[in-house]
């Protein structure tokens, strides 16, 4: 028996211009979705680096570039999940991982909640996300937790007299550790520059940082937020802050809650029940913590915050009181990273 695979004239042509159109949806997606040779190289190094973040999973989140490179020039990639058409987002977030280079699971861990809102964001609330604030510190052959320049980003934000108090906490309290080098000035990193550039354009009403291995919750604000018990199987316990950390940049001095998550291992990823976990309690907080019509918006003289930063005392009456600066008896941060096994 013959069996035809010829089609009718007309069929033909519908078949061929269908398979046209199809081609050209797919070259028109493809284009959309084609990630820029930063993203395409920064994600080859993290599939490379990281064993729970495979070089596709990263390309999957279509990460861009923000306007910043770190030291060495890698990109600082994020993520924007946008409020959607008829609902008004609660308010804005603005979720960091990686700010210390050898805490693996809080890179890894922000990218699998990429994973969630890529198929959840339901437009609750307006997110900006950095999965790898510190590129060069992970990405380096023996990762480390300062930058390349040796700078601990989150000992570099412009917190009053940083100049004095910064240099005496990392002299006396520490004894010149140099994982905890906060900088030759506040904001000379350009890593922390972009943070605090985001804070001032994106505005947002709760800044969450990822960290490990201390498997707690910290809570930073000088305002009525209440601080979660507990996310997941972290419960909250309350570390202090220190001279240019961005809890007590952002939550003591500037009033917006600062959200630390410390996973509790920096080499370990916490099991996909846990993460999920962790995940469902964060927004259960922000939906009961948000403020009721969104930030207060209130202006910031930049210019005086850095000269408070950096000391200034001309300027008399401190309205930006440094609260808790860190000079006592602090949370034990010496086992942060220290005991990192895997990536
Ligand atoms: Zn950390």
Redesign the pocket.
């Known amino acids: 028996m013959k069996i035809s695979i010829t089609k009718s004239p007309v069929t033909l042509v519908f078949t061929v211009l269908g398979a046209v159109l199809f081609l050209q949806m797919n070259i028109a997606s493809a284009e959309v979705s084609k990630p820029t040779p930063g993203v395409d190289n920064e994600c080859a190094r993290i599939g490379k680096k990281l064993s729970s973040v495979g070089y596709k999973e990263c390309l999957d989140r279509d990460l861009r570039q923000s306007d910043s490179v770190s030291a060495q020039g890698a990109p600082i990639l994020v993520k924007e999940y946008p409020p959607l058409e008829n609902r008004k987002p609660m308010g804005r977030v603005l979720l960091v991982g990686g ?2 280079g050898d ?1 693996y699971s809080s890179v890894s861990v922000t990218f699998k909640w990429l994973k969630t809102l890529d198929k959840y964001h339901s437009g609750l609330f307006h997110w900006r996300i950095s999965p790898l604030m510190n590129p060069d510190g992970l990405l380096k052959r023996k990762s480390t937790r300062t930058n390349a320049n040796g700078v601990d980003l ?1 000992r570099n934000f412009p917190t009053v007299d940083w100049k004095v108090k910064s240099k005496y906490y990392w002299e006396v309290t520490t004894s010149k550790n140099p994982r905890r080098y906060p900088g030759p000035d506040p904001l000379s990193e350009s890593e922390s520059r972009w943070l605090y550039d985001e804070i001032n354009t994106f505005k947002p009403d709760v800044i969450i940082a990822v ?1 490990a291995p201390h498997g707690i919750v910290d809570f930073n604000h000088n305002g009525h937020a209440d601080a979660p018990d507990k996310l997941g199987r972290l419960h909250l316990n309350l570390l202090g802050t220190y001279p240019g950390s961005l809890g007590n940049f952002g939550g003591m001095q500037r009033g917006i809650p600062v959200l630390t998550i410390e996973l509790r291992h920096a080499g370990i990823m916490p099991s996909p029940g846990e993460i999920n976990d962790i995940w469902v309690d964060m927004i259960r907080w922000l939906k009961q913590n948000m403020p009721e019509d969104g930030s207060t918006d209130e202006p910031v003289d930049l210019e005086k915050e850095l000269r408070l930063a950096m000391g200034d005392s001309t300027l008399g009456d401190q309205t930006m009181v440094d609260k808790n600066s860190g000079d006592g008896v602090l949370g034990d941060e010496s086992k ?1 990273g220290d005991n990192d096994i895997l990536n």
């Open positions: 700010i210390h805490e989150n960290h942060a």
